[in-house]
């Protein structure tokens, strides 16, 4: 069966309308959803653990007798690393050594203090300092996420927080069909990856009453100073919530691929980078820019015969027919134009030339370039983090990374001799703008008095 995705031509008289179309999607969260999570906000800041453990309860169908029964000790983390397959251990420690190692690079090349001084003496410079205290959330609703696990934990340990509090609800059947026998499951290699990533403390809390516990703090859920990670739609009203209270990295839209193709890989390849994205959510949008008419046709028929061998082939359906589209460009060069009008979260140069396509390239959460390269290496093991912008975002916002569990203190050491020039400069702009305390403080300390 044909899967009817859009096929879109630059050249067309309507493309701008019909674009506009493919990239439409609202981030208003639904006014019921705002409603209930700021009650559940409310209820949890009010009565803590209380709250948590209900709506645990209630939302989970976790027969918890308190709230020492949702913390998932070190002793359990650490088991789950000894019990899951090799295979799986291997994959695991080796995916944390390569994200490990690239966000080492990261703190290395922008994360530590600096300063200089002045030839008069005067020291400036910036402290770099680690937060107290970060809450990662783990999505665990459709699908269990121990890769969410890495991207969040490892740059926070790398950037020195002490301490890494985990909530993740507890996941329904890995089929991704929720059941009733399925709740109350704790996915083993996610507690595996916490294991492995350095988490503090983990709890089987989710969705907004997670947020709350994380934000407000309760008698056993510590608070801190920044929530990170995805979520679903009430997760990321939450987010939006407490946000203020504490730090937030980011609000996550639908998950979204990009692939500018010149026709010189194999469209069952390109098919399946498609497919990678869609099967995430029935909102996640893929889009294809090629030149080659005919190659869009051969991606078109990859598409259709490699869909019916999909586990998650009704969502990829929906997925790709709902946003997704395969727009004929005139040019490599339109393409890369288009691409940075879309600001896509994953953008996939699948070219025999990706360093020519690169530079012009502005906007993207992450760039894969060459065939080689599928956007899957980047959500697992390639090291980059997969936490990216969403939703054009990406024209002003940044991957996750070590910078995000750090702040910036300035550093300003004024000499006497320093004082004599910044005092003069100060105290005439401070009395342009009618501050006369503010003048004065610097007119004080001048050896000659104005």
């Known amino acids: 069966m044909t899967v009817s995705i859009r096929h879109l031509a630059t050249t067309q008289a309507d493309f701008e309308a019909e674009f506009q179309r493919v990239l439409h999607w609202s981030a208003e969260t639904d006014s019921a959803i705002e409603e209930r999570v700021a009650a559940i906000l409310a209820d949890v800041k009010t009565r803590g653990d209380a709250a948590v453990l209900e709506y645990t309860q209630r939302f989970d169908g976790l027969a918890a007798s308190g709230m020492p029964a949702l913390e998932l000790g070190q002793d359990e983390l650490q088991a789950a690393l000894k019990a899951i397959p090799a295979e799986q251990r291997a994959a695991l420690e080796a995916a944390a050594r390569r994200v490990r190692a690239y966000h080492v690079r990261q703190l290395e090349a922008c994360g530590r203090s600096w300063s200089y001084r002045d030839e008069d003496g ?100 510590p608070k801190v100073d920044k929530i990170t990670g995805p979520g679903n739609a009430y997760v990321a009203s939450a987010k939006k919530h407490v946000f203020g209270t504490v730090g937030i990295d980011m609000i996550a839209g639908p998950s979204e691929i990009l692939v500018l193709a010149d026709g010189t890989t194999p469209p069952d390849w390109v098919a399946m980078d498609l497919f990678s994205q869609a099967e995430h959510d029935e909102l996640a949008q893929s889009i294809l820019l090629c030149p080659d008419a005919g190659y869009i046709a051969q991606v078109q028929a990859a598409i259709d015969r490699l869909l019916p061998s999909q586990s998650r082939a009704a969502i990829i359906r929906a997925s790709l027919e709902g946003r997704g589209a395969l727009i004929h460009t005139r040019s490599m060069d339109e393409a890369c134009a288009i691409s940075n009008r879309i600001a896509p979260e994953h953008l996939e140069v699948s070219s025999n030339d990706p360093h020519k396509w690169e530079p012009l390239l502005k906007h993207a959460g992450a760039i894969f370039l060459g065939a080689y390269t599928s956007e899957s290496l980047g959500d697992y093991c390639a090291g980059p983090n997969h936490v990216l912008p969403t939703s054009g975002t990406a024209r002003f916002s940044s991957p996750l990374g070590v910078y995000d569990f750090q702040k910036r203190s300035s550093l300003i050491e004024v000499s006497e001799a320093g004082a004599q020039t910044l005092g003069g400069i100060a105290s005439v702009l401070a009395h342009g703008e009618g501050l006369q305390a503010h003048a004065q403080a610097a007119e004080f300390r001048l050896k000659t008095p104005r």
């Open 122 to 221: 005067t020291l400036l410079g910036q402290k770099v300092t680690p937060l107290d205290r970060v809450g990662i959330y783990v999505p665990g609703g459709k699908a269990a996420y121990p890769s969410s696990v890495l991207m969040n934990a490892i740059p926070a340990h790398v950037a020195g927080v002490p301490e890494i509090i985990m909530v993740v609800p507890t996941p329904a059947r890995r089929d991704g069909i929720s059941s009733k026998d399925s709740k109350g499951e704790r996915n083993q290699l996610v507690l595996a990856a916490a294991a492995v990533a350095g988490v503090t403390r983990a709890f089987t809390v989710g969705g907004a009453q997670a947020v709350a516990a994380l934000a407000y703090g309760t008698a056993t859920v």
